[in-house]
């Protein structure tokens, strides 16, 4: 039987193992002070880096992600109209695929290469007009960040939930095969849980995929299983596999891999924590008050990384408050307040 100590790499292996990652210099890469950074709700509003709402999507049931290529932006979700497609640049645009006109389509995640829109419509991949079956996904679960599009390969990423006694839940990837998408068991020790819930690709055929195995934090790179460590010493005593810290996002520069999520202090309160090269580090406000805090998506722009956490924060009269933040570099760039961001792209 394989322990998670096995798996357990320094950083530098990890580095190393991404020395390739975004090697060519874009020259399409704007000077910070000229980007633009949108901000989007569930509900289908976009707002700008000063908070102002600057588009409600048209027919919007709800949105799941937005994406940015070049000064146009992307984004997935449902219709009300039952319709497939997405949004670009605010502008709904219906891809006409051989489907039943009365199903619900709830498409979630979405990528983009040259002019290929790729998309999540359950249990089917979209290649805009093209449809691609996911083979054996009965038990499978997508998260929020489930997709990834490099050099015009498209990967997804999950999770297979087993409901047998006995069995164990395993993270998986799909990849295009032959008319198909082609499912990938992930490695890990035996007699433990595992899931896949972010994952970045490129190079075409390299990926970083993060998650959890066992209650610990993970990342599969090139579908190697990594554990990362964590500052606090706490396990879950339930017995129940609970996780104590997982990955929720992950991106990658040139020289560098990044893994943001959260772990559990030793009071069971979860702390915004990022993994760069493999070293853990918490990314807190220091608002007064502050006791519950995770990192919900990380992108990057060049060499330089944005993300989107959330803190629960209490207040002096006992009541809660809930701060949404951006952050560039590890410095905030913006403070939310009822506002339900899920997502983050920069044009």
């Not at 891999?257 to 702390?271: H, K, L, Q, R, W």
């Not at 760069?276 to 330089?304: F, K, M, N």
């Not at 629960?312 to 009269?317: E, F, H, L, N, R």
Request: with cysteine.
């Amino acid at each position: 039987m394989q322990t998670f100590k096995s798996y357990i790499l320094p950083a530098i292996c990890v580095l190393l193992s991404l020395s390739s990652c975004n090697d060519e210099p874009d020259p399409t890469i704007k000077p910070a002070e000229e980007r633009t950074v949108l901000l989007l709700t569930g509900e289908g509003h976009i707002y700008n880096q000063a908070g102002e709402k600057i588009m409600e999507l048209p027919n919007c049931e709800y949105a799941s992600e937005i994406i940015s290529d070049g000064d146009d932006y992307f984004v997935s979700g449902k219709c009300t109209k039952d319709r497939v497609g997405y949004w670009k640049n605010g502008k709904w645009n219906t891809l006409h695929v051989d489907f039943i006109e009365d199903v619900e389509h709830e498409t979630q995640g979405i990528g983009k290469w040259d002019y290929y829109i790729y998309m999540l419509d359950y249990p089917n991949i979209l290649k805009n007009s093209g449809i691609f079956p996911l083979e054996d996904c009965e038990d499978f679960t997508a998260p929020s960040k489930c997709m990834s599009v490099s050099e015009g390969k498209c990967y997804v990423v999950g999770t297979d939930y087993h409901l047998e006694d006995g069995e164990f839940n395993d993270a998986v990837l799909y990849y295009e095969h032959k008319g198909h998408y082609a499912k990938e068991i992930l490695p890990k020790p035996e007699g433990v849980n595992a899931g896949a819930f972010t994952i970045f690709a490129w190079n075409a055929t390299r990926t970083v995929i993060g998650g959890r195995v066992g209650d610990e934090p993970c990342l599969w790179i090139d579908k190697q299983l990594q554990m990362l460590p964590r500052t606090f010493d706490v396990h879950d005593e339930s017995g129940l596999g609970l996780p104590v810290a997982a990955i929720s996002s992950v991106t990658c520069t040139k020289d560098h891999i990044y893994a943001a999520g959260s772990e559990n202090d030793t009071e069971g309160n979860e702390v915004a924590t990022l993994w760069v090269d493999g070293v853990p580090q918490h990314l807190l406000s220091g608002d007064e008050g502050l006791y519950w805090s995770w990192i919900t998506e990380i992108i990057s722009y060049g060499d330089d990384w944005y993300a989107l956490s959330i803190e629960m924060v209490k207040k002096s009269d006992g009541d809660t408050d809930v701060n949404i933040l951006v952050w560039f570099n590890g410095t905030i760039i913006g403070r939310y307040h009822g506002i339900d961001i899920v997502n983050i792209a920069v044009l």
